[in-house]
């Protein structure tokens, strides 16, 4: 997959990765409808689960057809986000797909950290993030850890969708060492903290709701959606 078939999103922090050949007309549709979604799942708060339900029942209501669901629980200490990301999904994508991916988060990593798509996705970590220890230090660690959440969605070449949120531990000053350094920890209240999706869109569903989604986005899809070219080498 070339530089020119692979196409990368934040939206409202949010990653979104479009792997292969799409129109742009699709692209749009995925982005605007992600990000109404994704909006207004932050009105539900800062419980993950409650999140993901608003913002996959959201999707659903505008045209998304829900294939899959998969909700898990996997242990993980010292660990990449990148690694983390490919553990969950590893299994769904093909090797070129895989190879995308990691280089996507390669250029990400070599990113300035005043980089809008870095400062982006920072401040969604932020604004996720909650104190599920009770306020009691971390056994191993100078530092608060704070829980919080990334979600990434992959539309593949044949434009299904496989979408992965992936709740965490990290230090209580989320920075950029989140993208290139082994900070992630599981949270340790032993609850899913892994939810898999997988989906394709309708667009003749979905083309009732166009025009009125990108009027209530306003000038949202300016502030809140960054384009990101990633260069992986894989075809």
């Keep these: ?10 939206s409202n922090g949010n990653i979104i990765l479009f792997c292969g050949i799409h129109s742009d007309s699709f692209k749009n549709d995925i982005l605007h409808s992600t990000l109404y979604a994704s909006l207004l799942a932050t009105r539900a708060g800062k419980d993950q689960e409650a999140w993901w339900q608003t913002y996959t029942q959201t999707l659903n209501r505008f045209g998304w057809t829900l294939n899959s669901r998969e909700v898990r629980h996997l242990d993980f200490r010292a660990a990449r986000l990148s690694s983390i990301v490919i553990e969950c999904t590893g299994n769904a994508l093909s090797e070129k797909e895989e190879q995308a991916l990691l280089s996507f988060f390669s250029d990400l990593e070599t990113l300035p950290a005043n980089a809008s798509a870095i400062e982006a996705l920072i401040a969604r970590l932020q604004a996720n993030a909650y104190d599920s220890t009770c306020h009691i230090k971390d056994a191993d660690s100078k530092d608060q850890l704070v829980s919080t959440a990334v979600l990434l969605t992959i539309v593949r070449s044949n434009k299904t969708l496989l979408t992965v949120q992936i709740s965490f531990e990290a230090g209580e000053e989320i920075t950029t060492d989140i993208l290139n350094q082994p900070v992630l920890t599981t949270i340790k209240n032993g ?45």
């Design 1 to 10: 997959m070339n530089k020119n078939n692979l196409d990368a999103y934040l």
């Design 191 to 235: 609850n899913s903290n892994i939810r898999l999706l997988r989906s394709s869109l309708d667009e003749r569903q979905y083309s009732q709701f166009r025009e009125p989604l990108i009027n209530k986005l306003g000038n949202k899809l300016q502030t809140d959606l960054f384009h990101f070219n990633a260069s992986p080498s894989a075809n």
